[in-house]
T-cell receptor
């Protein structure tokens, strides 16, 4: 069964901490994405990547950065966590091209206190 | 950039009834329109998708229609069952970009 795996299901961090959210896929997909999901706001795009070492900003990149050193791994970094970054974070991957759907990870519920 | 509006935000139907969820998109260059179902506590799962060269697509009780002129697309679920209860998201995508999602519709099917 193909998978997108997010390293943590639940995470609690303190304000100001640097936070790493890891995502690994085993489908040899070129494309990887990070979204955050908040009630009533749907899924909002933070960053995405179409290849190793490349990244593109999404709609809400402020306060986040990403790293893609290997094809299978896409990391989301919260440089200095704030309470308004408390959210569900979803990673996804897809085949190249614009006509393919995503496979999502199970999500990481991050609480910043 | 692309913007996707989804309506209604909540929808309650009786088992066996049909349910329709509608989405509009802003950028006429969008060419791919998937629908995702997210059950409580689970990840979103792709249930059906349509490409811009097709007007309608069916998969058992689920169908999606696309009107490129009006820039809207809809999800139709017939003979609804309690297990159809979930949050449904529409999305749109232009070539070379990522999916932009609607805000979701919470569907409740009561028996």
């Amino acid at each position: 069964d193909v998978k997108v795996t997010q390293s943590s299901r639940y995470l609690v961090k303190r304000t100001g901490e640097k936070v790493f959210l890891e995502c690994v896929q085993d489908m040899d997909h070129e494309n990887m994405f990070w979204y955050r999901q908040d009630p009533g706001l749907g899924l909002r795009l933070i960053y995405f990547s179409y290849d190793v070492k490349m990244k593109e900003k999404g709609d809400i990149p402020e306060g986040y950065s990403v790293s893609r050193e290997k094809k299978e791994r896409f990391s989301l970094i919260l440089e200095s966590a704030s309470t308004n970054q408390t959210s569900m974070y979803l990673c996804a991957s897809s085949r190249p091209g614009s006509n393919y759907g995503y496979t999502f990870g199970s999500g990481t519920r991050l609480t910043v206190v | 950039g692309e913007n996707v509006e989804q309506h209604p935000s909540t929808l309650s139907v009786q088992e066996g009834d049909s349910a329709v969820i509608k989405c509009t998109y802003s950028d006429s260059a969008s060419n791919y329109f998937p629908w995702y179902k997210q059950e409580l506590g689970k990840r979103p799962q792709l249930i059906i998708d349509i490409r811009s060269n097709v007007g309608e697509k069916k998969d058992q009780r689920i169908a999606v229609t696309l009107n490129k002129t009006a820039k809207h697309f809809s999800l139709h679920i017939t003979e609804t069952q309690p297990e159809d209860s979930a949050v449904y998201f529409c999305a749109a995508r232009m070539a070379g970009t990522a999916l932009i999602f609607g805000k979701g519709t919470t569907l409740s099917v009561s028996s």
